[in-house]
């Protein structure tokens, strides 16, 4: 199960299950990582990883989100999390698997298929639409294609 290798890759965090009943999937507090317990368990995971990232990269209080420090340090808390937890490796093997819709490889990866999504959105804006990874080819829309890069021959040879 993912949540546990990712507990046991932050053993220094202690996850509590409650009832939560604001809009937050989780929260930090010290060293203790509250999670809503309405969460699946795929959810869970993406949600302590995510709440992992903030122990790690954030400062302070920032669950009010009034300014834009706050917002700031949000948003990358979540893009690290999105580069721990998927990489275009990853995406490559969900392809020569079978699984190139969304939901098909968030459930192959373990993880939420929002996750997966919102991990799509920033790599899209990070990366483009296809990436090169030396390795593969991969287009990341509208679902997930690989090509295996090939540098001895041109990818778009017209006949020039």
Same mark, same amino acid.
């Given at each position: 199960?993912?949540? @546990?290798k990712l507990? &046991?890759?932050f053993? #220094?965090?202690?996850?509590?299950? @409650? &009832?939560m009943n604001?809009?937050h999937?989780?929260?930090?507090?010290?060293?203790?990582?509250y999670?809503? =317990? %309405?969460?699946?368990?795929?959810q869970?995971?993406?949600?302590?990883? @995510?709440e992992a990232m #903030?122990?790690?990269?954030t400062?302070? &209080?920032i669950?009010?989100?009034k300014?834009?420090?706050?917002?700031?340090? %949000?948003?990358?808390?979540? =893009? =690290?999390?999105? &580069?721990y937890?998927?990489t275009?490796?990853?995406?490559a093997?969900?392809y020569?698997n079978?699984f190139?819709?969304?939901h @098909?490889?968030?459930?192959y990866?373990n993880?939420?298929e929002?996750?997966? =999504?919102s991990?799509?959105a920033?790599?899209?804006t990070?990366y483009?639409?296809?990436?090169d990874?030396?390795?593969?080819?991969?287009?990341? %829309?509208?679902t997930?294609?690989?090509f295996?890069?090939d540098?001895?021959e041109?990818l778009?040879?017209?006949?020039c």
């Amino acid at each position: 199960m993912l949540l @546990e290798k990712l507990c &046991d890759e932050f053993p #220094h965090l202690e996850i509590v299950l @409650e &009832d939560m009943n604001n809009s937050h999937k989780g929260q930090l507090i010290d060293r203790t990582v509250y999670l809503n =317990r %309405e969460q699946t368990s795929t959810q869970l995971a993406c949600t302590f990883l @995510e709440e992992a990232m #903030h122990d790690l990269y954030t400062v302070g &209080d920032i669950s009010a989100q009034k300014t834009t420090i706050d917002r700031k340090q %949000e948003q990358f808390a979540r =893009r =690290r999390a999105y &580069d721990y937890l998927i990489t275009f490796d990853d995406l490559a093997d969900c392809y020569y698997n079978g699984f190139i819709a969304y939901h @098909e490889a968030a459930e192959y990866l373990n993880i939420s298929e929002s996750f997966l =999504r919102s991990t799509i959105a920033y790599y899209k804006t990070k990366y483009g639409l296809v990436y090169d990874t030396g390795k593969y080819i991969i287009n990341i %829309e509208p679902t997930i294609n690989v090509f295996r890069a090939d540098k001895n021959e041109y990818l778009y040879n017209y006949g020039c």
